[in-house]
C-alpha cells in the first residue's frame, strides 16, 4: 500500500474499522436474538464469558502480545493462556449445556454458536488491522 495515495490508505483503514463495527454489531445482535426469539433468557449467561476472555490478557500479558505468540517460560503467560482459553471453551460450552439439560432449544443454540463465531472472526479482523500498526501513537 506504499504506493497508493495517502487518502485511499486512509478510507481503506477507515473501511477495515466499519467492519469491525458491523461485525461487533452483528454479535451482539445475535446474542439478544437468541434470547428474545425463544423468549428465555438463560442464553445471555455467555455474556459473562465474553466479558471475562479479555480479562487475563488484560492483567498479565499487558501490551506485550508478542510473548503469546511464542514459547515463554514465564508463569504468567502461562496462566494468561490457560485462562483465556478457560473462557473461550466456557463461551462454546455454556449454550451447549444449557441445551443437553433441556433450558434452550436448538435454535438458541445455533444462534448462540453463531454468535460466538461472529466474535471470533472480529477479533481475528482486528489482530490482521492490528498488524498494520498505522493507528498506533508508540
Keep these: ?9 486512509a478510507c481503506l483503514q477507515s473501511g477495515k474499522l466499519a467492519m469491525l463495527a458491523i461485525l461487533v454489531s452483528g454479535g451482539i445482535v445475535l446474542q439478544i436474538l437468541a434470547c428474545a426469539l425463544y423468549n ?3 442464553p445471555m449467561l455467555t455474556v459473562l464469558m465474553y466479558v471475562l476472555l479479555p ?14 505468540y511464542s514459547e515463554s517460560s514465564s508463569g504468567w503467560i502461562d496462566a494468561t493462556k490457560f485462562l483465556t482459553g ?7 460450552a455454556i449454550p451447549v449445556i444449557l441445551k443437553h439439560a433441556g433450558v434452550i432449544g436448538w435454535g438458541a443454540l445455533a444462534m448462540e454458536l453463531s454468535s460466538f463465531f461472529v466474535f471470533v472472526v472480529a477479533i481475528l479482523c482486528y489482530l490482521v488491522t492490528n498488524e498494520d500498526d498505522r493507528y ?3
Design 55 to 68: 480479562m487475563p490478557l488484560i492483567f498479565f500479558a499487558g501490551s506485550d502480545t508478542s510473548s503469546l
Design 1 to 9: 500500500m506504499a504506493d497508493l495515495p495517502r487518502y485511499v490508505g
Design 136 to 138: 498506533s501513537t508508540f
Design 86 to 92: 478457560a473462557s473461550a471453551v466456557g463461551s462454546i
Design 40 to 42: 428465555n433468557w438463560w
